[in-house]
């Protein structure tokens, strides 16, 4: 019989049960989103900026999964992350956007010519130069605390950026739950905005 093409691997079982065994293509899916990397890799391609890209999920300590960026820009890696973050918001569903964009100075490829994504380096929060500003005053005590708790990590200060350092949509929601069960008052788009 004519079946659907999924794009799912499996194998049938000798009781006709089905096993899943992945996927045939690179399509992942993250918060309940089923996402082709490589239409984020084309959407990053037409930056004038960047002159290679990768996209691919990686998993967090916890299990949930995220996407990272890779790109070979010819700007300084400090200026490409926000620029290229804000060119992807502006194209493509905010959920489509990476977590993490990090810039190399070439992508690692294989014996034949192809991309080596196991190569790829697992992406760091920031530079390692980068001061962690501790909390000046209780709210930006209190709010901190709350990105650390939904982000998993203690390497946060108050002048970082919440998506640059691993927070996606799905987590600023959270910041804003705990952040009123906390007491302050803050809205998502707060948080996308400052």
């Known amino acids: 019989a004519r079946m659907y093409r999924s794009g799912d691997l499996g194998r049938p079982g000798t009781d006709g049960e089905i096993f899943y065994l992945g996927r045939n293509d690179a399509q992942v899916k ?28 990686r998993s967090k300590p916890s299990g949930d999964q995220y996407l990272a960026a890779y790109v070979v820009a010819g700007l300084p890696a400090g200026e490409i992350t926000s620029l290229i973050r804000d060119w992807l918001a ?16 070439a992508l690692p490829l294989t014996v034949n010519g192809k991309l080596d994504r196991r190569a790829l380096p697992e992406p760091e929060l920031g530079s390692a130069e980068r001061e962690i500003v ?60 400052h």
């Open 134 to 193: 501790e909390a000046r005053t209780p709210a930006e005590a209190a709010l901190l605390a709350v990105w650390r708790e939904v982000l998993g990590h203690d390497t946060i200060g108050v002048t970082d950026n919440f998506f640059e350092v691993g927070g996606d949509s799905i987590q600023s929601l959270q910041v804003v739950s705990r952040a009123r069960k906390a007491g302050w008052l803050i809205t998502t788009r707060q948080v996308f905005d």
């Open 30 to 57: 993250i918060r309940g989103y089923r996402i082709e990397p490589g239409e984020i890799q084309a959407a990053l391609l037409t930056h004038p900026g960047v002159r290679e890209a990768a996209v691919i999920a």
């Open 90 to 105: 502006s194209r493509l569903p905010a959920y489509m956007v990476p977590a993490f964009i990090v810039s190399m100075e």
